[in-house]
């Protein structure tokens, strides 16, 4: 019993070591390109058109699809290294957050949806009041609250969960494209991590 401990063991070390050492060499293979990430449209980093966006926006008030455009939105900002956009959608976000309409779920689900909109919009609005260090931490638990929602309210869109092994012991995020723009290292480490899986 005691090899197999080891053996598994030896291996949870080869896997963490790699995919840290993939991350470190995606890292070093986009800090010799020659693309201007200033320059970059971080408003579309989901591969998404504008329009596609406001389109889900437009779906109404009370709505999980109008927390998932803010929810999308700040992530945005955050790959983008941007602190003051990421303040200001952080209070959007609490604010969509806290209108969401629970009246058409069953019983449990309310209560579930209640708690988890109770803790996300503690972090959405430290958030809008963070440094972007701070702002990262509150969206790892941001993130685990808004796919919890998912869980329970679906979604229209095709969403990717994806993965970061190196921030914070590992860190989800959502995103709508399968494209890895990492909120948690922006510039710094745009495209470390990997799609966990699809959510339909």
């Not at 919009?121 to 990262?136: C, G, N, P, T, Y």
Request: with cysteine; charged share 30%.
């Amino acid at each position: 019993m005691s090899k197999l401990k080891t053996t598994l063991g030896i291996v949870a070390i080869a896997f963490i070591t790699l995919t840290a050492v993939s991350c470190k060499d995606n890292n070093k293979e986009q800090n010799n390109t020659d693309v201007d990430h200033s320059e970059m449209n971080h408003d579309n980093s989901d591969g998404h058109h504008d329009s596609e966006k406001k389109d889900m926006a437009m779906s109404g008030d009370g709505n999980s699809e109008v927390i998932l455009n803010d929810y999308f939105n700040l992530k945005d900002a955050l790959v983008a290294d941007d602190n003051a956009k990421a303040k200001e959608l952080g209070a959007r976000l609490a604010t969509s957050l806290g209108k969401l309409d629970v009246s058409s779920y069953t019983d449990m689900q309310k209560t579930d949806l209640k708690d988890i909109i109770e803790d996300t919009v503690e972090h959405a609005e430290h958030i809008s009041e963070s440094d972007i260090a701070h702002q990262r931490e509150h969206f790892k638990i941001l993130s685990e609250g808004v796919t919890d929602m998912v869980a329970i309210t679906g979604t229209k869109n095709t969403l990717y969960q994806q993965f970061c092994p190196m921030y914070d012991g590992g860190s989800n995020w959502l995103s709508m494209s399968e494209e890895v723009r990492n909120p948690y290292y922006g510039s710094k480490m745009l495209k470390c991590g990997k799609v966990q899986k699809e959510i339909n």
